[in-house]
Every structure is written in structure tokens, then in C-alpha cells.
């Protein structure tokens, strides 16, 4: 720093002096500190290393990854995406349909409602107008990893009283894949449909009376091998 402010003070042109816009105080290992071009005929380059080189890491020291690992990704692959069908139909009870598809598409499930009714627009129990994905004849040749039906009256009856519906989830049942109702479904639609045999099995305390007493559990909620039930949403 004392050699730069002699320089500073012994200007060539007497009449005009350069000030540099920031002076370095300290160099890394092996650097060199070079004035901008336009300062170069004013002041001699001024260099500054410090005596510590720097340290060359060994090839030996590092750990090497085996050449196996796999590279794990965050985002979801159409493979990984788990399929879900929600259907609906007139009086579906909206909180039990909407959180449903909600929470599934927030955790990254590709869910599809799914119509009972010859048009796509459904009114729900509480007068809410809901609007289905496809109507549930497009479903018939899919798989799906979840079938959810939610309740509500006379949403339940309305899912029970489609037979295409009954197919979807009797297949889903028979090839032990996850199916569930929610508030009056397990009572109303998969009871008839023989869908709760050897099941524990819960369901809306206004319908627990239709449940098979030795099966029925007065619980919020109820897994039973591939099906899940529930009292409410």
C-alpha cells in the first residue's frame, strides 16, 4: 500500500492524476493483480502473490462413486403416477368429491372424475354444480391404482345404480387393488355390490345399522386389506 501512494503522489502528467477504482488488499493463492487496461501507462503493473501455494488434492484421497449408483429424480414419471378414479353423480356430497381429488392431485396422483350421469355437470347434495372430467363409459378399459367413491344421497344410490361403475370396482376388487367409500358409499353402493365380504368395514353413523354387525367398526376411519372406509370426509 506504501509503494501505491508514492505512486499516486509522482504523477507523469503533472497536471492529472488516475486513482485506481478499488484496490485489492489480499491475493489467492497463485493470483495477480493487474490495474484495468487504461491505467497501465500511468502506473507500473503491481503484482502480489502470497507465499502459500496452493494444495493440489491427490486422485488417491478422493473417494470414487461406483460406477452402479443411479441417479434418483425428483419428478414423477408417467410410469411412478398413480391413477385414481373419483366418480360422481347427482347428489354427490361435494366436501367428500372435491377435498378427495384435491389432496390426490397435490400428492401427484393423476385423477380422473368421472360422470354417472349422461351429462358432465352434476348438481351436488348441497346445490354445488360440479363438473366431471369424462363421463364413467370412458373408464371401462382403464386400470386404475385407486378407485374412491365418495358419498352423500342420493349421490351413493346414484353410483350403485351404474353398472358400468359396479364392473370398474368389482374388477379392482378382484385383482386386489385399493378401492374405498367415504360417508354412506360403503353402505349404500359397495354392500349391494358384495364388495364389503370379510371386511372391517365403517361408514356414516346414520348407516351403521346396514353394515354386517360382526364386521362393522364404529372408527373414523377403517383399512381392511384393500379397502379403506371412512365416516366422513
Known amino acids: ?92 356430497e361435494e366436501m367428500e368429491a372435491v377435498i378427495l381429488v384435491d389432496v390426490l392431485r397435490r400428492a401427484g396422483a393423476e385423477v380422473t372424475v368421472a360422470s354417472v350421469e349422461p351429462q358432465l355437470e352434476v348438481q351436488a347434495s348441497g346445490g354445488t354444480k ?24 342420493p349421490g351413493s344410490a346414484q353410483l350403485r345404480d351404474c353398472e358400468i361403475l359396479k364392473k370398474i370396482t368389482s374388477k379392482q376388487a378382484e385383482e386386489k387393488r385399493l378401492y374405498g367409500g367415504i360417508s354412506t358409499a360403503p353402505a349404500v353402493t359397495l354392500l349391494p355390490w358384495g364388495l364389503l365380504k370379510r371386511k372391517r368395514t365403517t361408514c356414516h353413523p346414520a348407516f351403521f345399522d346396514r353394515l354386517p354387525t360382526f364386521w362393522a367398526v364404529k372408527s373414523n376411519i377403517q383399512v381392511s386389506g384393500e379397502l379403506t372406509t371412512s365416516q366422513g370426509p
Not at 490495474?35 to 502470497?50: C, E, G, N, R
Not at 486422485?59 to 366418480?87: I, Q
Not at 366431471?132 to 363409459?137: E, G, K, L, Q, V
Open 130 to 153: 360440479l363438473v366431471a372430467d369424462t363421463r364413467i363409459s370412458t373408464c371401462s378399459d382403464r386400470v386404475f391404482d385407486l378407485v374412491a367413491l365418495p358419498g352423500g344421497m
Open 1 to 92: 500500500m506504501e509503494s501505491l501512494s508514492c505512486l499516486v503522489l509522482k504523477p507523469s502528467p503533472p497536471t492529472r492524476l488516475f486513482f485506481p477504482p478499488r484496490i485489492p488488499q489480499m491475493a489467492l493463492p497463485g493470483s495477480t493483480f493487474v490495474f484495468p487496461f487504461s491505467m497501465d501507462y500511468q502506473l507500473p503493473i503491481t503484482t502480489a502473490k502470497l507465499a502459500l501455494k496452493p494444495i493440489r488434492a491427490s486422485t488417491s484421497a478422493v473417494p470414487t462413486t461406483p460406477s452402479t449408483t443411479s441417479t434418483v429424480t425428483s419428478s414423477p414419471t408417467a410410469a411412478s403416477t398413480k391413477k385414481v378414479l373419483v366418480p360422481i353423480g347427482f347428489g354427490t
